[in-house]
């Protein structure tokens, strides 16, 4: 599997190997090549994406092109290894004021509300990055039935604890922001709390599973 390298900005490399759909063994590989390239005296930081590492680096003692060779290093002495999960449960009531776009979902999926979340709820899903904001998951393992296209106006304020989806993820809004993913739903779990030992509710890895309540 080819990893690709471009320059994000003057002392970043973005590294990418997504190919059409997602690849959970190279989500893997990618976790584990982060690890093993953080250590490098000279990378600022590792940021596992989607299929993608954003690789940080100083540029007043390293350049793109020895930053490189370490990535590429490091990916090819990756192997697919099985990472330590935990499996996390978070309580969804389906609909409602933070669900608004729940029937919109349903009808292009061409599923009835009640379906849409059974489907949805059904799902296993896994986080392969945290980004966007802090706490903020992308979920792998939504169906393809409700893989549907972002809204084409996102909301300038989507509160915290929506559940959400958008393309071929899922998530929970960590706190008040615009985004332009559908709401199907709410929580009142907390994925960012800046007081708790551990900020992240979620790690990278952890299997997801949404139960709906009344």
């Given at each position: 599997m080819k990893m690709r390298f471009h320059l994000?900005?003057?002392?970043?490399?973005?590294?990418d190997i997504a190919?059409?759909?997602?690849?959970?063994?190279?989500?893997?590989?990618?976790w584990v090549t982060a690890r093993a390239v953080e250590r490098h005296q000279?990378?600022?930081?590792?940021?596992?994406?989607?299929?993608?590492?954003?690789?940080?680096?100083?540029?007043?003692?390293?350049?793109?092109?020895?930053?490189r060779d370490v990535i590429a290093e490091a990916w090819e002495a990756a192997t697919?290894?099985?990472v330590p999960t935990r499996e996390v449960r978070i309580q969804v009531a389906y609909g409602?004021?933070?669900?608004?776009?729940?029937?919109?979902v349903a009808a292009q999926a061409g599923l009835s509300v009640r379906e849409?979340?059974?489907?949805?709820?059904?799902g296993i899903y896994r986080v392969a990055a945290i980004g966007a904001m802090p706490g903020?998951?992308?979920?792998?393992?939504?169906?393809?039935?409700?893989?549907?296209?972002?809204?084409?106006?996102?909301?300038?304020?989507?509160?915290?604890?929506?559940?959400i989806l958008g393309g071929g993820h899922a998530g929970v809004m960590p706190c008040d922001a615009p985004s332009g993913w559908h709401?199907?739903?709410?929580?009142?779990?907390?994925?960012?709390?800046?007081?708790?030992?551990?900020?992240?509710?979620?790690?990278m890895g952890d299997v997801v599973r949404f139960d709906p309540v009344a």
């Open positions: 994000a900005g003057a002392t970043a490399l973005l590294c190919h059409g759909g997602f690849d959970d063994a190279a989500q893997r590989r990618i000279h990378v600022i930081s590792a940021i596992p994406g989607v299929n993608n590492l954003l690789v940080g680096f100083d540029g007043l003692h390293t350049g793109p092109g020895a930053i697919d290894v099985a409602g004021a933070l669900g608004e776009d729940l029937a919109d849409t979340i059974a489907v949805h709820a059904a903020f998951v992308y979920l792998t393992g939504l169906d393809g039935r409700l893989c549907v296209p972002r809204r084409d106006t996102p909301r300038v304020h989507v509160p915290r604890g929506a559940v709401m199907v739903g709410a929580t009142e779990s907390i994925l960012f709390d800046v007081h708790r030992d551990e900020p992240c509710l979620l790690r």
